[in-house]
């Protein structure tokens, strides 16, 4: 049996690159384009998995695999890409950050990456492809090499294709809540792209994350309280009893010092987090602020109850400790 020589160029170029390669890659290191044809036989022990991008080795592809083997095809022919020349982006980024609306990174049928316009790469196979409108944004360089767009840019990425105005209500708020991404820069990506504000999608997003809506239930919420006549609440304000932190409910009433709080296990991060949540609403209770409290079936369902209970408090406040409360809204 031979044994590769652990000094051979083409092994080290496997080992460095997940056994991902191009053919010019191949050929720069001296392979002749016969012995690549040998290798890609059926049954051989390479295999061709996308225009000229070459794994060195049988079977499937890893997830990390289907990512390198993504950029190599996009990247420009016959060269190595400059840094951020080609980027990761779209739901590839999102779910690969965790995003619980993205879903798991294995999961994904597609890689999704960022060219520049000019590039005359099309899709194919699992990859799709998106070009920047403009110049390409800066990405930066994962720990494993791999260069990706950041979720702010892959949020305004997919933004045209999800017309599923919940899912992507739900991104954002997660990139947000989640720390992913500043406020101010998602809504300056999602802005960016000319006549953003004609997609439902993005125009609904950006309201919601402007008034201070940390998730898709609070976006809901939103809408439902707005249908009713309600005046438009503070979303997650901080509050302050006698200059000290007292909590961040879900929404908040100055004028009448009345609180909404929306108790969902679905859409904490943390089983914790719903338990502070439980608390908070506790909190606000024992200073003596009057709380109102729905589930997001409740409010999808059968919002009656619960908006004439906060209808009736907000005109008739303020209530409880008013003028010991100040607040800042939400960041």
């Given at each position: 049996m031979t044994r590769a020589n652990p000094l051979d160029p083409v092994a080290l170029l496997g080992a460095d690159q997940q056994h991902i390669a191009t053919r010019a890659q191949l050929r720069r290191l001296g392979v002749p384009s016969g012995t690549i044809a040998h290798r890609l036989r059926p049954g051989g022990?390479?295999?061709?998995?996308?225009?000229?991008?070459?794994?060195?080795?049988?079977?499937?592809?890893?997830?990390?695999?289907?990512?390198?083997?993504?950029?190599?095809?996009?990247?420009?022919?016959?060269?190595?890409?400059?840094?951020?020349?080609?980027?990761?982006?779209?739901?590839?980024?999102?779910?690969?950050?965790?995003?619980?609306?993205?879903?798991?990174?294995?999961?994904?049928?597609?890689?999704?990456?960022?060219?520049?316009?000019?590039?005359?790469?099309?899709?194919?196979?699992?990859?799709?492809?998106?070009?920047?409108?403009?110049?390409?944004?800066?990405?930066?360089?994962?720990?494993?090499?791999?260069?990706?767009?950041?979720?702010?840019?892959?949020?305004?990425?997919?933004a045209p294709q999800e017309t599923g105005q919940r899912r992507f209500r739900a991104l954002c708020a997660e990139a947000v809540q989640r720390r992913h991404c500043e406020l101010d820069e998602l809504i300056d990506q999602l802005l960016a792209r000319p006549g953003a504000l004609a997609l439902p999608q993005v125009a609904r997003a950006v309201e919601d994350l402007t008034a201070g809506a940390r998730s898709v239930v609070e976006g809901e919420a939103r809408e439902v309280l707005a249908h009713a006549g309600l005046p438009e609440p503070l979303w997650n304000p901080v509050l302050f009893l006698d200059g000290r932190f007292l909590a961040v409910p879900d929404a908040y009433w100055p004028h009448a010092c009345v609180a909404l709080e929306i108790d969902s296990r679905a859409y904490h991060l943390r089983p914790s987090d719903h338990e502070r949540g439980l608390a908070r609403a506790n909190r606000l209770t024992a200073a003596g602020l009057p709380v109102v409290r729905a589930t997001p079936v409740q409010l999808r369902r059968d919002p009656a109850p619960a908006l004439h209970e906060l209808t009736a408090l907000v005109t008739t406040g303020p209530h409880g400790p008013h003028g010991r409360i100040s607040w800042r809204r939400a960041r």
């Open positions: 022990p390479w295999q061709q998995v996308l225009p000229r991008v070459i794994c060195l080795q049988n079977g499937r592809l890893t997830t990390h695999q289907r990512l390198r083997a993504a950029l190599a095809y996009a990247s420009p022919k016959g060269r190595q890409p400059q840094p951020g020349e080609v980027l990761l982006t779209g739901f590839t980024v999102l779910a690969e950050a965790g995003l619980p609306s993205a879903g798991h990174p294995a999961d994904l049928a597609e890689v999704e990456v960022l060219i520049p316009t000019q590039r005359r790469v099309g899709d194919r196979e699992f990859v799709r492809v998106h070009r920047a409108s403009g110049a390409m944004p800066g990405g930066f360089q994962r720990d494993d090499g791999l260069w990706s767009a950041t979720v702010a840019r892959a949020l305004a990425d997919v």
